[in-house]
């Protein structure tokens, strides 16, 4: 496959990739090798902030004017964006080494999760278990759309599939190669041939109904679990979209791509954040489909996706489409922070008495939450609810780091976890008189007991590799 030489400097969504230090020359690489990691991750970088630059001029980083990405910063199988970049890893797995900064999915996945900080930055504080999960669903939905920019992908995944879009194929199975890897180790815990496949038939469950963990075959409310409901209505959708195009073929599928990354950009920056965010995000789709394109007929296909995969419940989601948009000058004016509510949180043995978070509570746009198991919407959590369900998942889940030293005994550790950057989250830090709630980084939540370890390397504060001593 020939791909010009990326220029990542330039705009639109500039990047830089800060390790290594210098690029290699451009040319043909083996899989493995440092030549093959940066030039894939580089066209990766390229192609989605060409796709989403275009349909969002004037967007910036919320690191500053360009993305900084350490392609290998260390010996673990993960990756994640911490609003200083994005940071990619390695890991020996079965006798090979993995690069997560080797996958273009992994690439493009993490890109998103920093471009939806850029669009929605009100997102990355919210103490809200479907907006966390909105966010992973972002990330796959990005590497899904970076990947139909490639004409070679598009003309394989119409052979594959023979044109019924719907259906598994390399552009639903998101991250094989990631997906592998962890199967090694934990082999219930992704899918039997990725990380996640956008081809599913997860139903939308209220997430403080879920289990905090569960397999890949169940839902639970951790946030990548999670965030195939959504994922999943999205692929469905854009299969739907592609269906009542005049052919099914590559300009088609191609023109589709884009048409969708408009439907959401604009979906999601007019989107009230509450609990039920995914409903909101889904409801402004309807809208925009029906007011925007409705030449193209996509407002049926996409309201069948989000109702079929309950996202939206059938009444509500043929109601929404009618419904009047919010103001564009009041959507430019939003907040980019949400309110903080005050949560009691002595009975946690954390060392303070309250926390402050960020609420989940601006005015909803649209009067909808995603389906109720038998008629009609859920029941939608309260944001205070919402919010103590987020801090006690934290929590359970062993994602949560507390500042104060006498609430560290009460922290929930994993087994499969190491000290480092990425062992964590959310931190409760001391802000003035106050312990706050705040996010630090959205990771692939990917952990297997690192070989550093069992080669007698150790990682200190901050995740810096320290002076190699005894084994573990």
């Not at 890109?111 to 909105?134: C, T």
């Not at 970076?146 to 719907?166: C, I």
């Not at 965030?227 to 999943?232: K, L, P």
């Not at 000290?419 to 964590?424: A, D, K, M, Q």
């Amino acid at each position: 496959m020939q791909r010009p030489v990326p220029v990542l400097s330039t705009a639109p969504l500039p990047t830089r990739i800060v390790n290594p230090a210098q690029a290699p020359a451009a040319g043909q690489f083996a899989p493995g090798t440092p030549g093959f990691r940066y030039w894939t991750a580089a066209e990766a970088l390229r192609r989605s902030s060409d796709y989403w630059g275009a349909l969002l001029p004037g967007v910036s980083w919320q690191v500053g004017a360009s993305l900084p990405v350490g392609l290998d910063e260390g010996e673990r199988l993960n990756a994640f964006y911490d609003r200083v970049g994005l940071s990619f890893f390695h890991a020996d797995v079965g006798g090979r080494t993995v690069y997560s900064g080797e996958s273009a999915d992994v690439v493009c996945h993490e890109l998103g999760h920093a471009l939806l900080d850029s669009i929605k930055p009100q997102l990355w504080d919210a103490a809200s278990l479907e907006i966390a999960a909105f966010h992973e669903a972002f990330g796959d939905i990005t590497a899904i759309l970076a990947a139909l920019q490639l004409p070679t992908l598009r003309h394989a995944v119409l052979l594959e599939t023979g044109g019924a879009l719907y259906r598994t194929s390399r552009l639903s199975r998101v991250a094989e190669q990631l997906g592998w890897a962890i199967r090694q180790s934990r082999p219930s815990s992704v899918d039997a041939d990725c990380l996640r496949n956008a081809v599913n038939s997860f139903f939308y469950r209220e997430p403080n109904t879920l289990p905090t963990n569960a397999p890949a075959t169940s839902l639970s409310s951790e946030p990548h679990s999670f965030s195939r409901v959504f994922t999943g209505a999205f692929f469905e959708g854009l299969a739907g979209m592609l269906n009542v195009r005049p052919a099914q073929d590559e300009p088609n599928l191609l023109q589709v791509s884009q048409d969708m990354g408009r439907l959401l950009a604009d979906a999601i920056r007019a989107a009230s954040v509450v609990p039920t965010f995914f409903s909101q995000v889904a409801a402004n789709v309807l809208r925009i489909a029906t007011q925007r394109f409705a030449a193209q007929g996509y407002e049926q296909p996409l309201r069948s996706a989000f109702v079929r995969h309950g996202v939206l419940p059938p009444g509500p989601a043929f109601a929404v489409a009618a419904t009047q948009p919010m103001p564009m000058a009041a959507a430019a004016a939003e907040p980019t922070t949400l309110q903080q509510v005050r949560l009691s949180v002595a009975e946690y043995g954390l060392g303070v008495p309250s926390v402050l978070v960020y609420a989940a509570s601006e005015p909803k746009t649209f009067d909808v939450a995603g389906a109720a198991m038998a008629i009609g919407a859920a029941v939608a959590p309260a944001q205070d609810e919402a919010a103590k369900a987020f801090l006690e998942d934290l929590l359970r889940r062993g994602r949560l780091k507390v500042a104060t030293p006498a609430g560290r005994r009460a922290e929930i550790v994993r087994p499969t976890a190491v000290s480092g950057p990425e062992s964590h989250t959310h931190e409760i830090m001391r802000e003035g008189a106050d312990a706050v709630l705040r996010r630090v980084r959205v990771d692939c939540n990917c952990f297997l007991m690192p070989q550093s370890h069992i080669n007698g390397e150790r990682y200190g504060e901050g995740g810096r590799k320290e002076a190699q001593g005894g084994t573990c």
